[in-house]
Nanobody
Framework: EVHIVESGGGLVQAGGSLRLSCAASGFSDDDYSVAWFRQAPGKVREGISCFTNGDGFPYYGDSVKGRFTISKDNAKNTVYLQMNNLKPEDTGVYFC????????????????WGQGRQVTVSS
């Protein structure tokens, strides 16, 4: 059974930085993709970034390109999302999700989800 544990997030002023971590366990190897989704109040869950399986290519949603960086530490089975130059519109609950094949923004295709971490950016 795949299990995901998230950490990080919190409250920051606009222009500041935060980091999220996502530790995945239960995969037989490191050939899996990990994505971050964001859900703002009253809005649908939005794909933010994904670190794909295999060669580990990073993908980003248009709203975070150039500000967010996703990376993976295979030794720790942990994916990090470094968020810089945060804006009030980045506020929401951030969810980590994992699946055994390539990245996708389709939420229903992910096998496991974390509990979510609150990120609040004040203006």
């Amino acid at each position: 059974e795949v299990h995901i544990v998230e950490s990080g997030g919190g409250l920051v002023q606009a222009g500041g930085s935060l980091r999220l971590s996502c530790a995945a366990s239960g995969f037989s190897d490191d050939d899996y993709s990990v994505a971050w989704f964001r859900q703002a109040p009253g809005k649908v869950r939005e794909g933010i970034s994904c670190f794909t399986n295999g060669d580990g290519f990073p993908y980003y949603g248009d709203s975070v390109k150039g500000r967010f960086t996703i990376s993976k530490d295979n030794a720790k089975n942990t994916v990090y999302l470094q968020m810089n130059n945060l804006k009030p519109e980045d506020t929401g609950v951030y969810f980590c999700a994992a699946r055994r094949t390539v990245c996708t923004w389709e939420t229903w295709l992910y096998e496991a989800w974390g509990q979510g971490r609150q990120v609040t950016v004040s203006s």
